[in-house]
């Protein structure tokens, strides 16, 4: 009786393996596929395939192998469609950034300065930042809320003792027309972009030009030397996707599972993975768990502390703009 359960539990779980993968399938023809009625057809047609695997294929197992291997065949198709960095880009996504890293000396081209006047109406600025990796300090990290306290999105500010810091957030590209849709980042409808920023970009224009953003700062106990290993490491992927464009995926390639990369590869023990990596809304939380905060205030003081949403509406568009958001907030000068 137990061997009979036990097989009865796997050819179980391996129904719902193949029914799900099915799905995946059928989605990805329709989404993925040729536009229009002609991805529906195609995912009508593998539905219709494997439903004259079931019905026609003598035996269980041949028809699991029979329905996986049309799976296969999919997959494998979705894997080949190429990503591009030359596509009709939004204007504040239209330039690929790189960097040059000479030494001590790093030049990033295409750095991020948009004049908004709303979200979707602003004179695009990209220029080119100089800095040098022995005068940075820290990095601090940022993390914009919306709607829901699990949904969120950090991005890392890189600081400097002589200039202005440098923010690095990892993002979708757009094209025009696009937006985000949950779904569709599950899918290849979006590239992967670097958005390396000044920070009175990335903070206003989520603060001040998106209904409902709240956005938090924190100061890191990230230590210089490994705030220049990560800023490295997150500058060698800049530079590899400026030649070699990469797939968004809401799952495996998204904001947190960036940063986790880059702080994995920058550490000789890195901490064990957390299920909250998958929930970007809760990595305030992890880090504060994880000692990552420097301030040791309770996590709700901290966030409140935090809040520079009307420190950066007030602040505009000065040079100062980073010095100005930081008063008051744990961890900083007043």
Not at 312 to 318: D, K, L, S, Y
Request: hydrophobic share 40%; charged share 25%; glycine share 8%.
């Amino acid at each position: 009786m137990f061997k009979r359960l036990l097989r009865g539990l796997l050819v179980a779980t391996v129904a719902v393996v193949l029914l799900l993968w099915f799905v995946w399938a059928a989605a990805a023809l329709s989404i993925d596929g040729p536009p229009g009625m002609a991805g529906m057809l195609l995912s009508g047609a593998l539905a219709g395939a494997v439903l004259g695997v079931l019905v026609v294929v003598p035996g269980r197992a041949r028809k699991g192998w029979g329905v996986a291997l049309l799976c296969a065949a999919v997959t494998g198709w979705w894997f080949s469609i190429p990503p591009s960095n030359d596509r009709n880009w939004q204007p504040n996504a239209a330039v690929t950034p790189n960097a040059e890293i000479d030494g001590d000396t790093v030049t990033i081209h295409g750095v991020r300065d948009c004049d908004y006047r709303t979200e979707f109406d602003y004179t695009p600025h990209f220029g080119t930042r100089t800095v040098q990796l022995s005068k940075m300090t820290g990095v601090d990290v940022f993390i914009g809320y919306w709607g829901s306290e699990w949904i969120a999105h950090p991005f890392l500010s890189f600081q400097f003792e002589d200039q202005n810091p440098i923010c690095l957030s990892i993002e979708t590209r757009y094209e025009e027309g696009e937006s985000y849709s949950a779904l569709l980042g599950f899918f290849r409808q979006y590239e992967l972009m670097y958005v390396v920023a000044e920070e009175r970009d990335l903070v206003r224009v989520r603060t001040q030009y998106r209904e409902g953003e709240d956005v938090y700062l924190f100061k890191t106990t990230v230590t210089p030397e490994r705030a220049r290993a990560l800023f490295l490491e997150y500058l060698a992927t800049l530079n590899d996707m400026y030649e070699h464009p990469r797939w968004y995926n809401a799952l495996t390639d998204n904001c947190t599972s960036g940063i986790r990369t880059h702080a994995v590869a920058t550490t000789e023990n890195p901490r064990p993975w957390d299920w909250r990596i998958l929930l970007p809304g809760k990595s305030d939380e992890l880090m504060y768990e994880r000692g990552g905060f420097e301030s040791d205030l309770p996590l709700a003081e901290l966030k409140e502390r935090g809040h520079v949403n009307d420190a950066a509406n007030a602040a505009g568009r000065v040079d100062d703009f980073p010095r100005r958001i930081r008063r008051g907030v744990p961890g900083f000068d007043e």
